[in-house]
């Protein structure tokens, strides 16, 4: 079955770190660019970081002015998505993406104290 997972989200105070996994099966996503987006409640998802196929670049959305790092375990057929310095406005659930229309479920990041 062609499928994402993620998992690892939570409730983190502001400046704190998570990282979220994203483990691909039923496809070899080494071939695909692996996204992670956000959606934030009342707003449009959005593009938080982009990994291009075997890895060979990496993107970012402006604001994540170097807090977050996306990285591939191509063992484990897992993408991470390292995130430090959270804040406040980071809160949102976030998807893994590719191949176009493959989504996964969502994880809840919530950056409160």
């Known amino acids: 079955q062609v499928q994402l997972v993620e998992s690892g989200g939570g409730l983190v105070q502001p400046g704190g770190s998570l990282r979220l996994s994203c483990i691909a099966s039923?496809?070899?996503?080494?071939?695909?660019?692996m996204n992670w987006y956000r959606q934030a409640l009342g707003k449009q998802r959005e593009l938080v970081a982009a990994?291009?196929?075997?890895?060979?670049?990496?993107k970012y959305a402006d604001f994540v002015e170097g807090r977050f790092t996306i990285s591939i375990d191509n063992a484990k057929n897992t993408v991470y998505l390292q995130m430090n310095s959270l804040k406040p406005e980071d809160t949102a659930v976030y998807y893994c993406?590719?191949?176009?229309?493959?989504w996964g479920q969502g994880t809840q990041v919530t950056v409160s104290s």
């Open positions: 990994m291009a196929p075997y890895g060979s670049s990496k």
């Open positions: 039923g496809f070899d996503f080494r071939f695909y660019s």
């Open positions: 993406n590719s191949r176009g229309g493959l």
